[in-house]
């Protein structure tokens, strides 16, 4: 009989697309889907079983949606405009 798998802290593919990251693509910043910053040499340091955490619904750490501060840097045009209409 094979023993049980310890999935004590073991992220999930959720986990590794839990948070956006702006990084350039040629001339132009983008949004990336990145792994969570809260794993650590791949276990998750703030939940016990991830996978149960993702199955009722998603992660309260995961990243929905970009920031404000990322869509600055994604728009700089729009930035430095907000920022003309500030002086």
């Known amino acids: ?8 802290g073991q992220v999930i593919e959720e986990c590794l697309t839990a ?3 702006i990084t350039k693509e040629g001339d ?4 990336i889907r990145v792994p969570c910053k809260r794993i650590i040499e791949n276990c ?8 149960k955490k993702w199955l009722s619904f998603a992660c309260p750490f ?3 949606e970009v920031t404000a501060e990322q869509e600055r840097k ?9 920022a003309a209409k500030k002086k």
């Open 44 to 51: 998750c340091t703030v939940y016990r079983y991830p996978a």
């Open 1 to 8: 009989m094979e023993e049980p798998v310890n999935t004590e």
């Open 62 to 64: 995961s990243q929905k």
């Open 74 to 82: 994604l728009n700089p045009l729009k930035a430095s405009k907000r």
């Open 28 to 31: 132009k910043d983008v949004a």
């Open 19 to 21: 948070a956006i990251d």
